[in-house]
């Protein structure tokens, strides 16, 4: 009698299949050694029923906030189960009262040109409590300090760097794993011309994106027309957009000119340090991600994805 062999998945369907990124899983299984996929004949790694319910587990542990270091090893804790991996629901982190307060553990990775402390301290915030919470208490704070010593000069540009690649890392690889089924309207977040500093807007996405909102990520240095390109083929309820710092204020507000032109009933929502000076008829996000994430959904209400809210 001939036994049927058991189905077996190259990496860009184990992909499909579980929501996660073919380079995240990569960097999972070199990382963390969550999975050991199987190789054809040929080298290519090949995912079982087995190694894509650990994947899925993994990827609700960190939609819902755990950092990727702590959710592998609560799943490998589980995995000699007899019924293997443990079934586990996106849940509250690791038990903690709230994020890491030393905000200057990034500086000094920074100083170090340390990348393994600052990886380090980047698990240790995310597993303290929820990304939103870390976020608005302990990232940006931590980033502030990098800046600030940066400019007296005890962070040279390569140390900022390397703290600004893992963030960017950390926050995009968080922004792929989110499982929440969208249930809310498109947003489009991102930069204007010539903004580079998208780490609070690359949060900002990501809060969205857990709320369920459908979130189309545009990322640094987005020209005013690139902009109107998106919102008449892909027309959003509304965008968001980063003014970081005071020099952002007047490409912003020349992409809200270009905006309102395209589409006048367009809400404009504008977030960052500098979002209080660019008026054109925006609206201020404030400067917490997590209020100002739920505030933008409370905004645009029910209104289906495409249209914007009356």
């Given amino acids: 009698m001939r036994t049927s062999l058991p189905e077996v998945y ?15 899983l990569r960097v999972w299984e070199r990382r963390y050694g969550l999975v050991r996929p199987q190789r054809s004949e040929g080298g290519y790694r090949l995912y079982d029923e087995h190694a894509l319910q650990v994947l899925r587990a993994m990827s ?45 553990t990034l500086a000094q990775g920074a100083v170090d040109l340390d990348r393994e402390a600052v990886a380090a301290a980047l698990d240790a915030a995310f597993a303290a409590a929820d990304l939103e919470q870390v976020v608005d208490e302990w990232l940006m704070p931590s980033l502030e300090v990098v800046g600030s010593w940066w400019r007296d000069g005890l962070v040279d540009v390569a140390g900022e760097h390397v703290v600004s690649a893992a963030v960017e890392r950390r926050l995009g690889a968080t922004l792929d794993a989110v499982t929440t089924p969208v249930r809310g309207p498109l947003v489009a977040v991102g930069l204007a011309r010539g903004s580079l500093h998208q780490l609070g807007v690359l949060a900002f996405a990501v809060a969205l994106r857990r709320l369920g909102v459908d979130v189309v990520y545009l990322g640094a240095d987005l020209p005013p027309q690139s902009w109107v390109g998106l919102v008449r083929a892909q027309p959003p309820a509304a965008v968001v957009i980063g003014a970081p710092m005071a020099t952002d204020v ?25 979002q209080d000076e660019v008026g054109h008829g925006t609206r201020a996000l404030g400067h917490a991600i997590q209020r100002a994430s739920r505030d933008l959904v409370d905004a645009l209400g029910d209104a289906p994805s495409g249209a914007a809210p009356a």
């Fill in 10 to 24: 190259s990496i860009g369907h184990a992909a499909q299949l579980t929501g996660v990124p073919a380079a995240t």
């Fill in 60 to 104: 609700s542990l960190v939609a819902a906030g755990w950092s990727p270091r702590t959710a592998a090893a609560h799943l490998l804790a589980g995995a000699s189960a007899p019924d293997g991996p443990r079934a586990v629901a996106p849940a509250a982190p690791p038990a903690g009262s709230g994020p890491a307060l030393d905000t200057t």
């Fill in 250 to 274: 007047i490409a912003v507000r020349e992409t809200v000119d270009a905006l309102r032109a395209a589409r006048p009933q367009l809400p404009v929502f504008v977030g960052g340090s500098a």
